[in-house]
């Protein structure tokens, strides 16, 4: 009988990092191409790719699946910064954030830098690599409702399959009405938390996932 595999070595051995990897950055591709062409079509500008004010956007309260934060994890496990004091800092934060109304949260991300850089570009979530906004930077830090951006449909159906993909290679069963799902420092944790177990299965599955009518409300409060 061959050893259980941990889920380090199991994402590792069947390259489904790499796998993953791809798959998103094929998907940010295509967001790049979708706001372009819109901004074309009605002569708009790209603002985000010349913008230099305070990064509003990684203010935000941001939502992902958990391949997104599996892939993260890997990013920082392969770089060396997966430390006790990093893990701490994520807990913190995810409970600071599940304890905050969405509507309220306005903290910069934990992954920006001093310089207002993503340490994890290029693996970033795909709500962070789908936006694009047609309008001042001065309005995302007003948290205006003036706000004009992309609308990625097809990019976040595909973000979608691909989560069902990925339940698929890791033999990760749904729980009946509940989506791998959550906020970004919880999914990176969780993802780090079950790297080196072997029945990371099971500790995943026992997560209290919300339902589709939960993240249905939470998004909702959020508008
Ligand atoms: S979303 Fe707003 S704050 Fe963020 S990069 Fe774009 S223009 Fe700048
Ligand atoms: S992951 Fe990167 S792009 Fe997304 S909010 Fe954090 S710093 Fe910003």
Redesign the pocket.
Known sequence: MSAQRTLGEFVTDEKIVEWLAAQIADNHRDATHGATAVAKRHHLPMVCSTCTAT?A????Y?LVRLYEGLV?AAELVRSGRDTPALREMLRARAELMESTPVADWFT??????EAE?????AV??T???QLFVYTPPDLCNARSNEIKSYTPREEVAAANALEEAFRERLSLRKKVGRRYFGI?PRMVLVSLEAWDLTDFRDYLRQLPWRTDEEWAAAVAARA
């Not at 956007?57 to 935000?60: A, D, F, R």
């Not at 910069?108 to 830098?113: A, N, S, V, Y």
Request: with cysteine; net charge positive; hydrophobic share 35%.
């Open positions: 990064k956007c990684c203010s935000s941001v993260i910069p991300c934990l992954f920006l830098d850089r993503c340490t994890v570009y970033r979530p709500t962070c690599a970004l």
